[in-house]
């Protein structure tokens, strides 16, 4: 197994994403802990893992001590920490006239100060076993969407605290630091979002080619599959590297005009 007696602290991991890289994780031979802000969904997800494997925590991430709770209780449950997965993100809607300042600190203390405060709590026991950090972003940290403004910066800003990261905790401490940007994912919290916008249940059905080439979006179970070649061994000493997962070239291209648009 790939993650063979590894301990994981995936944050977010409740639901969506963070959820399906957590069931991966414990599939590969891991333990992992369970973080969210839903305490029946995380201690669903522990419980299904079980206790020799998944072990939960429910708190807001921005609360003042809460990565260095998280950092206590793996250690304190299963002896080490080998990797963290900073995947717990707010995802809304704001634009530049819509987004006030205390919105917009909001966006940043959950999306990108709170990711370097796990790291920074972790990274004893991370140089420890030369462990590693994976980061979940977003393609939109490229530039991002008229109504993802605060969003798409504070994913912008996660990508630069990665590469920055990635060249320096490997130098001085021997510890990975790598980021995934996933596209359109089909998890439970988008499908939810799409029909509160007004469209059918089966909205993801038949998306235009545009968004969609291979006639459907990602799915939570693709975007873990890759997530455990950065968590694992084999990854060697790749560091300080982003890599998109979409599923067409999401810079430089040229979408049709004529497209029928999804609505945000």
């Not at 708190?59 to 001590?65: F, H, I, Q, V, Y």
């Not at 260095?68 to 707010?90: E, H, K, T, W, Y």
């Not at 969609?212 to 939570?220: D, F, K, T, V, Y």
Request: charged letters at 20%; proline letters at 6%.
């Amino acid at each position: 197994m790939r993650l063979s007696q590894k301990v994981i602290l995936i944050t977010g991991s409740a639901t969506g994403i963070g959820k399906a890289i957590a069931q991966r994780c414990v599939r590969e031979g891991a333990r992992v802990i369970i973080h969210g802000l839903e305490a029946d969904l995380a201690a669903a997800v522990a419980a299904e893992l079980g206790p020799d494997h998944a072990v939960f925590h429910v708190e807001d991430l921005t609360n003042e001590g809460c990565p260095q709770r998280l950092v206590d209780l793996a250690v304190s449950r299963f002896g080490r920490l080998d990797a963290v997965v900073n995947n717990a993100a707010l995802v809304a809607q704001g634009n530049i006239h819509t987004t006030d300042a205390a919105w917009f600190m909001k966006m940043l203390s959950v999306n990108t100060i709170a990711p370097f405060l796990l790291i920074q709590a972790a990274l004893p026991h991370l140089r420890a076993v030369r462990g590693n950090v994976l980061n979940i972003g977003s393609v939109n940290a490229w530039s991002g969407e008229p109504n993802l403004l605060p969003y798409s910066v504070s994913k912008g800003a996660l990508m630069t605290l990665t590469r920055n990261l990635g060249d320096t905790l490997m130098r001085e401490d021997g510890v990975r630091v790598n980021q995934i940007n996933p596209g359109w994912v089909l998890t439970e919290n988008e499908a939810k979002r799409k029909r509160d916008h007004g469209l059918r249940d089966d909205w993801y059905a038949d998306l235009p080619k545009v968004y969609a080439p291979s006639g459907r979006i990602l799915l939570p179970e693709e975007i873990a599959a890759a997530a455990v070649y950065w968590l694992a061994d084999e990854c060697g000493p790749v560091s300080g590297q982003v890599v998109d997962l979409e599923q067409h070239p999401f810079i430089g291209r040229n979408p049709p005009k004529d497209t029928t648009t999804i609505p945000s």
